[in-house]
């Protein structure tokens, strides 16, 4: 079965200090990876994607294919990036995307 | 960039009746959306693919005769909660598959539609 795991609920950084948001996924076939952000009050929104390789507000993340993982980073926290992040896989054949739990990550000063 | 617009963004109904949700996409033509329901503090949950002219793929567990879907444009798709009870309160949104952005990560979401049964 298709399935998209974020362990951490919740995930308190202090400013300036790295951050990492993990995320394995459990699918059959290869599937496209993607991160989605929801800031407060706002709409989601796409962070990134693994097929271009593109980092976006100074996060990355890299598709371990051995591992089955889709990590999300950054160097340097900032206050701005505390927001609900999403793992979210998606099935070339059938285009839906599968949100994990998400990570509430909270920057702390 | 590609926008799409929800409508309403809260709705409060009775138990009993039925309330209609939009979902547009305003400067693309979108021919497949999708509608997803998010109870508090928990994550998305994919109910149902909508496709534009052909009927929707609904999720396991998700009741197709409770939860409407038409896509009856290219740039409009409903979902319309029939007999609405308290437990189908919840926060729900669409997203649209812009495909002029490939095949795949072309997708906006609406703003979503807070729907409360009283």
């Known amino acids: 079965a298709q399935r998209v795991t974020q362990p951490e609920k919740l995930l308190s950084v202090f400013k300036g200090a790295p951050v990492e948001l993990k995320c394995n996924y459990s699918?059959?076939?290869?599937?496209?990876l993607f991160w989605y952000v929801q800031y407060s009050r706002q709409r989601l929104q796409l962070l990134l994607r693994?097929?271009s390789r593109e980092s976006i507000k100074g996060f990355t993340a890299d598709l371990n294919k051995g591992e089955t993982s889709f990590h999300l980073k950054k160097p340097f926290a900032q206050e701005e990036d505390s927001a609900m992040y999403y793992c979210?896989?998606?099935?070339?054949?059938?285009?839906?995307?599968?949100f994990g739990k998400g990570t509430r990550l909270h920057i702390l000063p | 960039g590609a926008v799409v617009s929800q409508h309403p963004s809260r709705v409060i109904c009775k138990s009993g009746t039925s309330v209609k949700i939009e979902c547009r996409s305003l400067?693309?033509?979108?021919?497949?959306m999708f509608w997803y329901r998010q109870f508090p503090k928990q994550s998305l949950m994919l109910m149902a693919t909508?496709?534009?002219?052909?009927?929707?793929?609904?999720e396991q567990g998700v009741e197709k005769d409770k939860f409407l879907i038409n896509h009856a444009s290219l740039t409009l798709s409903t979902l319309t909660v029939t007999s609405a009870h308290p437990e189908d309160s919840s926060f729900y949104i669409c997203?649209?598959?812009?495909?002029?952005?490939?095949?795949?990560?072309?997708?906006?979401f609406g703003s979503g539609t807070r729907l409360t049964v009283v």
């Open positions: 997203s649209a598959r812009n495909p002029g952005q490939g095949k795949i990560g072309g997708y906006t």
């Open positions: 699918y059959s076939g290869s599937p496209e």
């Open positions: 693994h097929i």
């Open positions: 979210a896989p998606a099935m070339n054949r059938d285009d839906k995307i599968i």
């Open positions: 400067d693309f033509q979108a021919t497949t």
């Open positions: 909508s496709n534009e002219g052909s009927k929707a793929t609904y």
